[in-house]
């Protein structure tokens, strides 16, 4: 059984920093695609950014550009978003994603339908 398990999530103030982890187990994803979704209360499900399977390739909303970094540990099987100068606007359930189809492909999927696997999410919470 795949699983995504994510941590990390907390309360911080506005500028403050948060590392979120994404842990996977089941089968190995060092040759896919991972990435990182959020959603707002009210809101749908949006791409914040994802990873492919070397590293050698991200994308990121525009909206975090600049403040978030995304990374991946092949060997540990794990994803990673490092985020820093967080906003309350940055508030939101923070969703790890897994693709399962495409072996080392270059492009990194934005769309929540690239995904295929997708964790419980962790909650992020920025206090202005």
């Known amino acids: 059984q795949v699983q995504l398990i994510e941590s990390g999530g907390g309360l911080v103030q506005a500028g403050g920093s948060l590392r979120l982890s994404c842990a996977a187990s089941g089968r190995t994803f060092s040759r896919h695609v991972m990435g990182w979704f959020r959603q707002a209360p009210g809101n749908e499900r949006e791409f914040v950014a994802a990873i492919n399977w070397s590293g050698g390739s991200t994308a990121y909303t525009d909206s975090v550009k600049g403040r978030f970094t995304i990374s991946r540990d092949n060997a540990k099987n794990t994803v990673a978003l490092h985020m820093n100068s967080l906003k309350p606007e940055d508030t939101a359930v923070y969703y790890c994603?897994?693709?399962?189809?495409?072996?080392?492909?270059?492009?990194?999927?934005?769309?929540?339908?690239?995904?295929?696997?997708w964790g419980q999410g962790t909650q992020v919470t920025v206090s202005s």
């Open positions: 994603a897994a693709e399962r189809a495409i072996e080392f492909s270059d492009v990194v999927p934005t769309g929540t339908g690239g995904y295929d696997y």
